[in-house]
């Protein structure tokens, strides 16, 4: 039997979307960390590699000092969403696709209460519609929309006749992914269209 949930669900897709560079902006409160410990200050698409504090030329332990200082009361619940994020979730829906958040947890006491209520606030979710998880390949749907070509590949490998999908920014750009790299918005809802119906129906 297929794992994949349209072959039990026909008409509700699952659709997982991650959060972390898909939906909400990781890198600039970063950065934000990275200029209150050395000064230096960056920007969102100067980031051109997936460790943050490494890619703008911090040591390991700088890199730790960030990410610790990242684990404040209210980051989490205050970060900004990318452009187009909430609209394109809300397309999803309106197409009858069951969306899930699935998204790994950082440190610290706050974070996944708080990302909780963002997903709420911020992104219509509901509450049993958010996954937390630090294995994503251990969710099953039908599409995965990720920024990590190393959670992609992950993903695919566990769930063969599922499709993954990037969202490209600058610091995924060299990554090896070889699947389709869709921007949130029509880019990707019209690409989801069409690899579903293609999908359903041959």
Known sequence: MSRIVHAILPDHPRILVDCDGVLADFVTPCLEKVFALT???FHHDDVKEWEVP?????TPEQSAAVYKAME???LCRNAQAYPGARDTLDWMRK????VLAVTKPF???HWVHERDAWLIAEMGFHKHEIQHARMKEAVVG???IEDSGENLRKWVAAMP???GVMIPREYNAADAWTGPRKSLGRDLIEWLDWELAHRRYG
């Open 107 to 109: 440190g610290g006491e």
């Open 95 to 98: 197409r009858g696709y069951e």
């Open 142 to 144: 039908d599409v995965l």
């Open 72 to 74: 404040v009361k209210g």
């Open 54 to 58: 490494i890619a703008v030329g911090l």
């Open 39 to 41: 000064g230096k200050r």
């Open 161 to 163: 006749e599922g499709k």
